[in-house]
């Protein structure tokens, strides 16, 4: 029986690159100097310091054209609210969305069963989804409107077996 899973995954290797870049170009523009402004990875978020929210601002628009030109999905980030920080300076976390949770799960096999197609059934194994159909073609066209739906994760499609 086809089948193929539904996974929600980040490349660690490409976002610590975007991460790196954008500190070295924020360490070196002009409109930066002296604000103290800095960028740290952690296991699961990236941390952002800066000396002002307008900085701030500045600074997640430049990791973001790191991360978009390294093939990241902007959909991977959530970001937290802006703190207040020692000596008058803004911090904000930007946490990195890896794996799909039950919530998702739940919306997407709603979605797969509300497209009609026949055979085609799904399962929640942890933090990805497994769908299985009776057609390669069902299950191609499972994918095709999964691709045209904005469920507000990065979506990738593996394991497909015939």
């Known amino acids: ?10 490349d660690f290797q490409e976002v610590r690159n975007a991460v790196d870049q954008a500190g070295r170009e924020v360490a070196n523009r002009y409109d930066f100097k002296g604000t103290g402004s800095t960028l740290e990875l952690s296991e699961k978020a990236i941390e952002m310091h800066s000396d002002s929210e307008g900085r701030l601002d500045a600074l997640r628009q430049v990791l973001e054209e790191k991360l978009v030109r390294r093939k990241v999905s902007l959909k991977a980030l959530s970001y ?9 300076t803004a911090r904000q976390t930007a946490a990195l969305n890896v794996g799909i949770d039950s919530e998702k799960a739940r919306e997407i096999g709603k979605f797969i069963k ?10 929640v194994q942890g933090d990805q989804l497994r769908v299985t159909g009776k057609k390669r073609d069902d299950l191609q066209a499972a994918i095709a409107a999964m691709r045209d739906h904005d469920f507000g994760i990065p979506l990738q499609f593996t394991n497909f077996r015939d």
């Open 80 to 88: 937290g609210g802006v703190e207040e920080a020692a000596k008058g």
């Open 1 to 10: 029986m086809p089948s193929f899973d539904v996974v929600s995954e980040v």
């Open 114 to 123: 509300g497209l009609g197609l026949k055979g085609v059934a799904h399962q």
